[in-house]
């Protein structure tokens, strides 16, 4: 059941060592106007290191921080572990420059607790995929009652830790 939220962008994947953000309103439809929630985090940069950016917590928590008016870098978890060796201090330095917080899902905890031990800036862990077990197993699938209370919890998560 991987799905990606409905859009017309898919989340990028950084090439050799830095991360492509969206531009701003790149996901802003013509019809809808600015609101107060949907510009809560505007101009706010969100690291999400994952997996897979179609999974389903991934893309719940990429529709919730992008409905705040975030822009979401997806890097890819097999890159942030392999880069814990002699890079780790680069990666580090380049992850508290670029964002606001950091999303972990799909890491094992020590790479989780060393991020954010190492960066100064608001580290997350499997927000996404709580999300989703509280709305009950299956998952939820986007669009269904479930789905919206799992982003309404991220969405409060988010801006509690903005």
Same mark, same amino acid.
């Given at each position: =059941?991987?799905?990606? $939220?409905?859009?017309?962008? /898919?989340?990028?994947?950084?090439?050799?060592?830095?991360?492509?953000?969206?531009?701003?309103?790149?996901?802003?439809?013509?019809?809808?106007?600015?609101? $107060?929630?949907?510009?809560?985090?505007?101009?706010?940069?969100?690291?999400?290191?994952?997996?897979?950016?179609?999974? *389903?917590?991934?893309?719940?928590?990429?529709?919730?921080?992008?409905?705040?008016?975030?822009?979401?870098?997806?890097?890819?978890?097999?890159?942030?572990?392999?880069? %814990?060796?002699?890079?780790?201090?680069?990666?580090?330095? =380049?992850?508290?420059?670029?964002?606001?917080?950091?999303?972990?899902?799909?890491? *094992?905890?020590?790479?989780?607790? @060393?991020?954010?031990?190492?960066?100064?800036?608001?580290?997350?862990?499997?927000?996404?995929?709580?999300?989703?077990? /509280?709305?009950?197993?299956?998952? $939820?699938?986007?669009?269904?009652?479930? %789905? /919206?209370?799992?982003?309404? @919890?991220?969405?409060?998560?988010?801006?509690?830790?903005?």
């Amino acid at each position: =059941m991987l799905h990606a $939220p409905p859009s017309d962008r /898919e989340p990028q994947r950084p090439s050799s060592g830095s991360a492509a953000l969206p531009s701003p309103g790149a996901n802003a439809h013509p019809s809808e106007g600015p609101t $107060p929630a949907r510009d809560a985090l505007a101009g706010r940069r969100i690291g999400l290191i994952c997996k897979a950016p179609q999974a *389903p917590a991934a893309a719940l928590f990429i529709e919730a921080a992008e409905s705040l008016g975030a822009q979401v870098a997806v890097l890819h978890a097999t890159d942030v572990v392999d880069a %814990w060796g002699a890079q780790q201090d680069r990666l580090v330095r =380049m992850l508290s420059r670029l964002y606001d917080v950091i999303e972990c899902q799909d890491l *094992p905890p020590g790479a989780v607790r @060393r991020i954010a031990e190492q960066v100064a800036v608001p580290v997350l862990a499997n927000l996404g995929a709580c999300a989703l077990e /509280e709305g009950g197993a299956p998952a $939820p699938e986007p669009g269904t009652p479930g %789905w /919206e209370q799992g982003l309404t @919890r991220v969405r409060q998560a988010l801006l509690s830790a903005l």
